[in-house]
């Protein structure tokens, strides 16, 4: 017999947590219609016990599938710690060993669990949709108002596996000694913002009337995790189009067309022109580093190997490559504005 089913409670649990102050975790939950269906949000909540490792461990059976007799000298491997970040009392994110000893301080205010609670709309595909719908839009409102570019992501940015070697004294035997443990986490050096119970609210709340999420700065967050993940195709491509969309939005301002100059130009000549804006004399650094990200971009959408215009012996993207184009979209929002103010 079929039972009468009226709405969902819906669990919806992700890899990488959010961190929040003290409001959040006393907070009530927040209750809004929408779409001829009651909506209830619970706060985010950690549900993982402490030391939850986000990816298998490396067994002496699976070792032994390569090599028998490294299973059988080292049955113990060295153990591997579950690494997590969160947001020190100065707002800078710090990667921490996630032990009994350090969740009073860190861990207590780390969330990977957000339960929604949808009554009416037909069916269940409705009313996860739905869900799914609010979950997505309240990330992007997070990651970009709290700077935690990882909260709520499927996947653990740059912490892919347990890295596991064991030295070898000649090509066939093995010197007894291993070594365990994660490669490491990566944390764009910025200012962070534990997850309060308004930003939280106004993230709902933005959902319900659709209020666009800043495209730009969710687009950052985006490109420091594919950096952090090493997908270097994904962070080009996703940068460069994001610099494509600023210059957009920079010309629809002034009613200008871009048609015969390439996107150096656009910021430096036709802007210079138009505005009196150039990027290339107020901010060379950025110029050079627009340069590089285009050349970069153009490698290794084309299936060519990673190419940095202004220092070609890196093999990989420079040390402060985030940061760097954290400040060339901030110039660009400076730029728009300017443009925003002599239009009007």
């Known amino acids: 017999m079929n039972k009468e089913c009226v709405g969902s409670q819906i669990f919806l649990t992700f890899p990488s947590p959010v961190h929040f102050d003290e409001s959040l975790k006393t907070s009530p939950p927040i209750s809004f219609e929408m779409a001829g269906c009651n909506i209830t949000v619970w706060p985010f909540y950690r549900s993982r ?64 669990t957000l339960s929604i609670r949808a009554i009416g709309l037909e069916t269940e595909d409705q009313r996860e949709k739905l869900s799914a719908n609010i979950f997505e839009y ?47 986490y990566f944390v764009h050096d910025t200012n962070l913002r534990p997850l309060s119970y308004n930003i939280f609210a106004q993230g709902l709340e933005g959902f319900k009337i659709s ?28 940068a460069c189009s994001t610099v494509e969309t600023a210059s957009n939005d920079i010309y629809k301002i002034l009613k200008k067309n871009t048609n015969g100059f390439n996107i150096l130009r656009q910021f430096t000549d036709l802007l210079e022109t138009t505005m009196n804006r150039n990027l290339k004399t ?27 215009k202004s220092d070609k012996a890196l093999s990989a993207p420079p040390q402060h490559f985030t940061q760097n184009f954290e400040e ?16 009007t």
């Open 282 to 308: 107020e901010r060379s650094d950025l110029y050079q580093f627009l340069e590089n990200i285009w050349a970069a971009r153009n490698n290794v959408a084309h299936g060519a190997s990673f190419f940095w």
């Open 138 to 184: 309240l990330m992007r409102h997070i990651r970009v108002e709290t700077k935690q570019w990882w909260a709520g992501r499927r996947e653990i940015a740059n912490v892919p596996t347990t890295r596991t070697s064991f030295e070898m004294s000649t090509p066939c035997i093995y010197n007894g000694n291993a070594h365990s443990g994660s490669p490491g």
């Open 211 to 238: 209020r666009p999420v800043d495209a730009k700065l969710s687009a950052l967050s985006d490109v420091i995790f594919y950096h952090a993940q090493g997908d270097l195709t994904l962070t080009f491509v996703l």
């Open 49 to 112: 016990p402490i030391g939850w490792l986000p990816y298998p461990l490396l067994t002496s059976k699976a070792i032994a599938h390569i090599d028998p007799a490294l299973s059988a000298s080292w049955p113990r491997l060295p153990g591997s710690a579950a690494l997590a970040v969160a947001v020190d009392d100065t707002g800078a994110g710090v990667a921490f060993v996630d032990l009994e000893e350090n969740f009073n301080t860190r861990g207590q205010f780390s969330g990977d």
């Open 328 to 343: 060339l979209l901030a110039w660009f929002q400076d730029v728009e504005n300017d443009a925003q103010a002599k239009s």
